[in-house]
Protein backbone atom coordinates (compact mmCIF):
# COMPACT_ATOMS: atom_id res chain seq x y z
CA UNK A 1 0.00 0.00 0.00
CA UNK A 2 1.02 3.40 -0.69
CA UNK A 3 1.65 5.77 1.79
CA UNK A 4 1.63 9.47 1.98
CA UNK A 5 3.80 11.88 3.98
CA UNK A 6 1.13 14.09 5.92
CA UNK A 7 1.92 17.39 3.38
CA UNK A 8 1.29 15.17 0.17
CA UNK A 9 -2.35 13.96 2.24
CA UNK A 10 -2.74 17.21 3.34
CA UNK A 11 -2.45 18.38 -0.32
CA UNK A 12 -4.71 15.55 -1.77
CA UNK A 13 -7.49 16.52 0.39
CA UNK A 14 -7.14 20.05 -0.62
CA UNK A 15 -7.24 19.60 -4.25
CA UNK A 16 -10.09 17.14 -3.92
CA UNK A 17 -11.70 19.80 -1.84
CA UNK A 18 -11.47 22.56 -4.60
CA UNK A 19 -12.11 20.01 -7.27
CA UNK A 20 -15.59 19.36 -5.44
CA UNK A 21 -16.52 22.95 -4.82
CA UNK A 22 -15.68 23.13 -8.23
CA UNK A 23 -18.02 20.28 -9.79
CA UNK A 24 -20.78 21.96 -7.00
CA UNK A 25 -20.76 25.08 -8.81
CA UNK A 26 -22.19 22.92 -11.92
CA UNK A 27 -25.41 22.83 -10.06
CA UNK A 28 -25.80 26.71 -10.41
CA UNK A 29 -26.63 26.55 -13.86
CA UNK A 30 -29.82 24.91 -13.58
CA UNK A 31 -32.12 26.91 -11.91
CA UNK A 32 -30.67 30.00 -14.26
CA UNK A 33 -31.38 27.89 -17.12
CA UNK A 34 -35.22 26.78 -15.55
CA UNK A 35 -36.06 30.03 -14.69
CA UNK A 36 -35.37 31.53 -18.18
CA UNK A 37 -37.58 28.89 -19.85
CA UNK A 38 -40.32 30.13 -17.07
CA UNK A 39 -39.96 33.77 -17.87
CA UNK A 40 -40.42 32.96 -21.42
CA UNK A 41 -43.58 30.62 -20.89
CA UNK A 42 -44.86 33.60 -18.91
CA UNK A 43 -44.51 36.18 -21.30
CA UNK A 44 -46.43 33.67 -24.21
CA UNK A 45 -49.50 33.14 -21.16
CA UNK A 46 -49.48 37.35 -21.01
CA UNK A 47 -49.58 37.40 -24.72
CA UNK A 48 -52.32 34.84 -24.55
CA UNK A 49 -54.13 36.12 -21.80
CA UNK A 50 -53.07 39.75 -20.52
CA UNK A 51 -55.59 40.21 -17.91
CA UNK A 52 -54.02 37.46 -15.86
CA UNK A 53 -50.52 39.44 -15.49
CA UNK A 54 -51.05 40.25 -12.23
CA UNK A 55 -51.55 36.11 -11.36
CA UNK A 56 -48.71 35.24 -13.45
CA UNK A 57 -45.79 37.85 -11.60
CA UNK A 58 -47.70 36.16 -8.58
CA UNK A 59 -46.92 32.61 -9.70
CA UNK A 60 -43.82 33.42 -10.96
CA UNK A 61 -42.18 35.37 -8.26
CA UNK A 62 -42.77 32.58 -5.56
CA UNK A 63 -41.39 29.75 -8.11
CA UNK A 64 -38.12 31.76 -9.28
CA UNK A 65 -37.74 32.58 -5.12
CA UNK A 66 -38.20 28.63 -4.17
CA UNK A 67 -36.56 27.48 -8.04
CA UNK A 68 -33.02 29.45 -6.84
CA UNK A 69 -32.66 27.81 -3.47
CA UNK A 70 -31.23 24.92 -5.13
CA UNK A 71 -28.54 26.97 -6.61
CA UNK A 72 -27.88 28.73 -3.18
CA UNK A 73 -27.23 25.14 -1.44
CA UNK A 74 -24.53 24.50 -3.99
CA UNK A 75 -22.51 27.77 -3.31
CA UNK A 76 -22.98 26.86 0.44
CA UNK A 77 -21.27 23.45 0.06
CA UNK A 78 -18.97 25.17 -2.16
CA UNK A 79 -17.86 27.67 0.19
CA UNK A 80 -17.72 25.42 2.89
CA UNK A 81 -15.40 23.24 0.52
CA UNK A 82 -13.23 25.91 0.19
CA UNK A 83 -12.85 27.54 3.16
CA UNK A 84 -12.73 25.14 6.22
CA UNK A 85 -11.43 21.74 4.65
CA UNK B 1 -51.28 32.16 -0.72
CA UNK B 2 -53.29 31.89 -3.70
CA UNK B 3 -56.13 33.75 -2.50
CA UNK B 4 -53.50 36.93 -3.40
CA UNK B 5 -53.38 37.64 -6.58
CA UNK B 6 -51.64 41.16 -6.41
CA UNK B 7 -47.75 40.92 -6.63
CA UNK B 8 -47.11 43.79 -4.66
CA UNK B 9 -49.28 42.45 -1.92
CA UNK B 10 -47.91 39.10 -2.12
CA UNK B 11 -44.49 40.46 -1.63
CA UNK B 12 -45.36 42.17 1.58
CA UNK B 13 -46.96 39.03 3.03
CA UNK B 14 -44.13 37.57 2.56
CA UNK B 15 -41.73 39.94 3.60
CA UNK B 16 -44.04 40.43 6.29
CA UNK B 17 -44.36 36.39 7.45
CA UNK B 18 -40.82 36.23 7.09
CA UNK B 19 -39.75 38.65 9.40
CA UNK B 20 -42.19 37.12 11.68
CA UNK B 21 -40.97 33.74 11.53
CA UNK B 22 -37.39 35.16 11.90
CA UNK B 23 -37.97 36.54 15.23
CA UNK B 24 -37.85 33.55 16.58
CA UNK B 25 -34.24 32.75 15.68
CA UNK B 26 -33.10 36.77 16.29
CA UNK B 27 -34.64 36.73 19.88
CA UNK B 28 -32.71 33.56 20.34
CA UNK B 29 -29.18 34.21 19.14
CA UNK B 30 -29.42 37.32 21.28
CA UNK B 31 -30.92 35.49 24.56
CA UNK B 32 -28.05 33.19 23.90
CA UNK B 33 -25.55 35.76 23.47
CA UNK B 34 -23.90 35.08 20.02
CA UNK B 35 -23.98 38.70 18.31
CA UNK B 36 -21.97 36.84 15.45
CA UNK B 37 -25.28 34.70 14.61
CA UNK B 38 -27.28 37.70 15.08
CA UNK B 39 -25.17 39.42 12.19
CA UNK B 40 -25.36 36.94 10.28
CA UNK B 41 -29.07 36.03 10.06
CA UNK B 42 -29.59 40.11 9.86
CA UNK B 43 -27.21 40.27 7.12
CA UNK B 44 -28.88 37.46 5.15
CA UNK B 45 -32.46 38.19 5.76
CA UNK B 46 -32.13 41.97 4.57
CA UNK B 47 -29.69 40.89 1.40
CA UNK B 48 -32.67 38.18 0.83
CA UNK B 49 -35.33 40.75 1.04
CA UNK B 50 -33.52 43.28 -1.44
CA UNK B 51 -32.94 40.41 -4.15
CA UNK B 52 -37.11 39.82 -3.49
CA UNK B 53 -37.92 43.36 -4.34
CA UNK B 54 -35.43 42.69 -7.54
CA UNK B 55 -36.81 40.02 -8.71
CA UNK B 56 -40.35 41.40 -8.58
CA UNK B 57 -38.70 44.34 -10.88
CA UNK B 58 -37.05 41.91 -13.56
CA UNK B 59 -40.06 39.61 -13.66
CA UNK B 60 -42.25 43.01 -14.56
CA UNK B 61 -39.53 44.49 -17.06
CA UNK B 62 -39.04 40.39 -18.52
CA UNK B 63 -43.17 40.69 -18.95
CA UNK B 64 -43.17 43.17 -21.52
CA UNK B 65 -40.23 41.73 -23.84
CA UNK B 66 -40.76 39.33 -26.35
CA UNK B 67 -40.14 35.34 -25.68
CA UNK B 68 -36.54 35.05 -26.27
CA UNK B 69 -35.65 38.08 -25.16
CA UNK B 70 -37.13 37.44 -21.64
CA UNK B 71 -35.71 34.29 -21.58
CA UNK B 72 -31.95 35.71 -21.64
CA UNK B 73 -33.00 38.88 -19.52
CA UNK B 74 -34.58 36.32 -16.57
CA UNK B 75 -31.19 33.80 -17.16
CA UNK B 76 -28.94 37.08 -17.18
CA UNK B 77 -29.95 38.69 -13.84
CA UNK B 78 -29.94 35.33 -12.40
CA UNK B 79 -26.47 34.95 -13.03
CA UNK B 80 -25.85 38.21 -11.76
CA UNK B 81 -28.30 37.42 -8.13
CA UNK B 82 -26.04 34.24 -8.09
CA UNK B 83 -22.77 36.52 -8.07
CA UNK B 84 -24.43 38.95 -5.40
CA UNK B 85 -25.85 35.89 -3.18
CA UNK B 86 -21.79 34.62 -3.65
CA UNK B 87 -20.39 37.91 -2.53
CA UNK B 88 -22.57 37.82 0.91
CA UNK B 89 -21.80 33.94 1.99
CA UNK B 90 -18.26 34.94 0.85
CA UNK B 91 -17.83 37.90 3.30
CA UNK B 92 -19.70 35.97 5.97
CA UNK B 93 -17.02 33.37 5.49
CA UNK B 94 -14.57 35.86 5.35
CA UNK B 95 -15.42 37.87 8.32
CA UNK B 96 -14.92 36.43 11.86
CA UNK B 97 -18.27 38.72 13.06
CA UNK B 98 -20.23 37.07 11.05
CA UNK B 99 -21.53 33.86 11.39
CA UNK B 100 -21.52 31.99 7.91
CA UNK B 101 -24.07 29.46 8.67
CA UNK B 102 -26.84 32.16 9.90
CA UNK B 103 -25.74 33.91 6.96
CA UNK B 104 -26.88 31.21 4.49
CA UNK B 105 -29.99 30.35 6.87
CA UNK B 106 -31.51 34.15 6.31
CA UNK B 107 -30.67 34.23 2.69
CA UNK B 108 -32.83 31.01 2.69
CA UNK B 109 -35.41 32.09 5.44
CA UNK B 110 -37.78 33.88 2.51
CA UNK B 111 -38.03 30.20 0.80
CA UNK B 112 -38.41 28.40 3.57
CA UNK B 113 -41.40 30.62 4.39
CA UNK B 114 -43.05 30.28 1.12
CA UNK B 115 -42.56 26.25 1.35
CA UNK B 116 -44.21 26.31 4.58
CA UNK B 117 -46.57 28.90 3.74
CA UNK B 118 -47.42 26.66 0.78
CA UNK B 119 -47.41 23.28 3.02
CA UNK B 120 -49.95 24.94 5.50
CA UNK B 121 -52.17 26.10 2.66
CA UNK B 122 -51.96 22.35 1.13
CA UNK B 123 -52.92 20.78 5.07
CA UNK B 124 -56.03 23.36 5.21
CA UNK B 125 -57.53 22.36 1.80
CA UNK B 126 -57.49 19.09 2.81
CA UNK B 127 -59.12 19.01 5.97
CA UNK B 128 -61.14 21.97 4.24
CA UNK B 129 -62.62 19.11 1.43
CA UNK B 130 -62.34 16.29 4.11
CA UNK B 131 -65.03 18.58 6.31
CA UNK B 132 -66.79 19.58 3.28
CA UNK B 133 -67.31 15.57 2.25
CA UNK B 134 -68.43 14.57 5.47
CA UNK B 135 -71.03 16.95 5.98
Avoid at chain 2, 126 to 135: G, L, P, W
Wanted: glycine share 6%; no cysteine; charged share 20%.
Amino acid sequence: MVEFSPQVAETIIRAAALLGAGFAMIAGIGPGVGQGYAAGKAVESVARDPEARGNIITTMLLGQAVAESTGIYSLVIAIVLIFTI
Amino acid sequence: MKEIQDPVKMQKEIIKKTYLISLFPIISSLIAGSFDVFLGFIFGLIISTLLLRIKYNNIRRALDMNMEKAEKFIRNRYFIEYALYFIVLFTSARNTRINFLAAAVGLFMMKFTVVLWSVIDLFKDTFQSKIDEYK
